[in-house]
């Protein structure tokens, strides 16, 4: 079977695709927790209030099927497909805090029945019409102890820390998670935020303290190496994650939920109730959130333009649209009413942040994504391989550039052939295309202080340009306005 590799550090099996079809290969022990999880109406409870994905289990001849072709497995799930995926570094500041929010509520709600998360990464979510869900089930076990979380210093890391670092130091999600799949430690953080910062009151408990204790004992194994020490102290608890930590022994019996559960259970509301906080802090705000305030197009020009791509959606009516330079996302809202599944992306995080709020109130099929198409997200992980590169995950039936290619243009110094040749690659059938001229506005507006290199750009060359690599289906003279709208069809 096709193995995801996002999966392969999963001790109780691999995630992989058959026919289709997204299963999970899970060990004997893993499966039989699944059917007490099952039995006692948690997973239908949690998956009613859209916590886990959806998952059922295969059921015969499928099983034996799948059994004979993944050799040392006899049982699996199968989830609920999702498209698009997407990774903590092309998320707004609101979508990792939700994410965060959701991952505290899940663990809140297993410690109730005496389970737990045994770790907490931020690549156990996904958004599915602008909401997290949890996707990675068998994060969940039967743990030794109630009383600590043990995956805490994984949820710090991948969700507490580069919140605080964005709302006190300005840190984009890209920058964070880019460089280290497991987040950054605590004293990355600290040199990050500086020592006057460390006696926030809101950074004591979760920064000053814990970075303090760390501190401390780092010292007194300086100062007693292995086997010198007169008293060696108890070992701490395993701790769980999947980066390079172990879980508690397979048989340890389970500690019932009861009074061992609310020192955690208080911990756990206090940090819901900072992320919140730090979630409600957030005022986006950049060159571009005005944008559909102080673009140059009327509202005969709006509306004609919305209603020619609205046209040409529902008439073609692909399955899956990609929205580049969505800003606050129209053009997306319009192609999810035509029934497609949206992949809205712009390289200004606080217009993604914009969207998503949006999405809060009025959830649609859409998935807003950071992503800068002069450098997209790269693959990363091991080999390369744990998570895919944007650009394959962006895959479309029509791919929406509507007041693009002018940005790329100047911002990015890409050539017009460079952009034809990336719709190119992106959309598997069609493209709407919007051509704004050097004398536009908003071109000149791009073009302050720089040298304007783009007098040979004109109507003509952007046909002939776009022409060799798609046919044109229509052109459209947007009223009271100098742009035009191209509607192409990819060419074989």
Known sequence: MPRLQASFRDPSGYVFDHQGHIFRAVNAQFGSLWDGLCQSGLVAKLTADRLLVPTKVAAAPLDQTLAAENPGFGSFLEHEPIQPITYPYEWSASMLADAGILTLDLQMRLLAGGYSLKDASAYNIQFVEGRPVFIDITSIERPQRLDLWFALGQFQRMFLFPLLLHRYRGWDLRSYFLPSLDGRTLEQVRRSLGRLALWRPSLLLDVTLPLLLERKENKRQAAHPQGKDASPRRPLPPQSGRFGETSLPAQAKPAPAGDSSQTQLLNLKRL???????????????????????????????????????????????????????????????????????????????????????????????????????????????????????????????????????????????????????????????????????????????????VNLFEGLTLETFRSAFSQRFEILKEAAIPNSPRTLFFLRKRC
């Not at 949206?342 to 200004?348: N, Y």
């Not at 217009?351 to 002069?374: C, F, H, K, S, W």
């Not at 911002?411 to 919007?434: K, P, Q």
């Open 272 to 450: 819901r109730g900072k992320m919140t906080k730090l979630a409600a802090a957030l005022k986006p705000r950049s060159e571009w959130t005005s944008y559909t305030e102080t673009c140059t197009y009327d509202e005969t020009a709006e509306n004609a333009k919305k209603q020619w791509v609205r046209e040409f959606l529902c008439t073609h009516r692909p399955g899956q649209v990609l929205d580049l330079g969505c800003n606050q996302g129209d053009y997306s809202f319009i192609a999810a009413e035509c029934g497609a599944r949206v992949l809205a992306a712009d390289s200004d995080p606080q217009v993604i942040e914009q969207l998503y709020r949006r999405l809060r109130q009025n959830p649609r099929a859409i998935t807003p994504v950071v992503a800068d198409l002069g450098n997209p997200s790269p693959a990363i992980g091991f080999r390369n391989a744990e998570r895919t590169r944007f650009l394959d995950r962006a895959q479309s039936d029509c791919l929406l550039a509507l007041a693009l290619v002018h940005h790329l243009l100047v911002s990015a110094n890409l050539s017009l052939e460079a952009i034809r040749d990336l719709f190119c690659d992106l959309t598997r059938s069609h493209a709407i295309v919007e051509f704004v001229p050097t004398h536009d506005p908003m071109f000149q507006r791009l073009l302050k202080f720089r």
